[in-house]
């Protein structure tokens, strides 16, 4: 499956954004589907997932009350909507498909990447 990631920009603190991610090329609703984000020098990061269905979410501590994923499997698409925006979010955001829920935390859990989206936080 192919992903591509959009919707991040320049925000002042406080602020939202919503991350979009567009998928093609095989059945979307086969997969669950995560956010990760990366900053320089740093491990990339588990921020949120969806199941199949978009009946079970999963949420970082760091961002739990504060984004939103959700998804639309009927446009092939997931969503991070990002609330309350702090100079700490700032990093590139990665959408991914994975091949189960099981740890769905972990980076090999996804077999598929998009190419991410700069989010970028002013304080």
């Known amino acids: 499956v192919q992903l591509q990631a959009s919707g991040g920009g320049l925000v002042q603190a406080g602020g939202s954004l919503r991350l979009t991610c567009a998928a093609s090329g095989r059945t979307f609703s086969n997969y669950p589907m995560g956010w990760f984000r990366q900053t320089p020098g740093k491990e990339r990061e588990f921020v949120a997932a969806?199941?199949?269905?978009?009946?079970?979410?999963d949420y970082a501590d760091s961002v739990q009350g504060q984004f939103t994923i959700s998804r639309d499997n009927a446009k092939n698409t997931v969503y991070l909507q990002m609330n309350s925006l702090k100079a700490e979010d700032t990093a590139v955001y990665y959408c991914a498909a994975a091949t189960a829920w099981r740890d769905r935390r972990i980076r090999y859990r996804y077999a598929y990447w998009g190419q991410g989206t700069q989010v970028t936080v002013s304080s």
């Open positions: 969806i199941d199949w269905s978009g009946s079970s979410t």
